[in-house]
């Protein structure tokens, strides 16, 4: 049943919080301290790194161009652009550790 749910949550839930499509409307704006998972596309979407944003990089319309993200596994921060990266439709809250997330 675990393998089941995991199967579904990448094949199902992980491509909607990556938005493809040009001029896409988000909900919310990527912003600093963020959530995100790191898409690189040669790997299978359960992979995929999260990791924290914290650096977000607009361009003159105000909309996300890159985010820089700290990961648990590199020390340095990895800069990818706002289409390869994707964030949850959750936001961080001032009560919940960093550490916490990380370890997820």
Known sequence: MRARF???WAHEYLP???RREKRCQRDQQMCRGDLV???EPPTP???W???IAEEVFSGE???PRRAAVRTSDRPKLILRPASRVGVPPIRSSP???RSR???I
Request: hydrophobic share 40%; charged share 40%; proline share 0%.
């Open 49 to 51: 790194k999260r990791g």
């Open 95 to 97: 009560i919940m550790d």
């Open 16 to 18: 909607t919080i990556v």
């Open 61 to 63: 319309d105000g909309v």
């Open 45 to 47: 979407r359960r992979d």
């Open 6 to 8: 995991w199967k579904r």
């Open 101 to 103: 997330i990380m370890a």
């Open 37 to 39: 998972y790191i898409c």
